[in-house]
């Protein structure tokens, strides 16, 4: 099994349920007085997303949505998770 299907397989292994979850709790929370997500967006938009931890937080409250989108665009999307053990079966 070549690499980039072990990375498609892997894109594929959380279910699209559990993904949704993530991405709607790390997208909304904090939710006051603003949700991250939505604040780091506005930030990178306005052009002042330049501390390291503003960065990071872009990243770690959209990591869901990112992951979802990934899943959307493989082609030949597996509907079950296989990764091949050390043994490649």
């Known amino acids: 099994m070549s690499i980039k299907m072990r990375m498609l397989n892997w894109l594929h292994c959380p279910s699209m349920t559990m993904l949704v979850f ?10 006051f007085p603003e949700p991250h ?10 052009g002042t997303l330049v501390k390291p931890v503003d960065i990071f937080d872009l990243f770690w409250h959209g990591w869901p949505i990112l992951w979802i989108v990934l899943r959307l665009l ?5 509907t079950s ?9």
Do not use: W
């Open 81 to 89: 998770c296989r990764i091949p053990n050390e043994h490649g079966h």
């Open 74 to 78: 493989t082609p030949g999307a597996e």
């Open 22 to 31: 993530a991405a709607i709790l790390l997208g909304v929370m904090p939710v």
């Open 37 to 46: 997500l939505l604040q780091k967006v506005r930030m990178l938009f306005d």
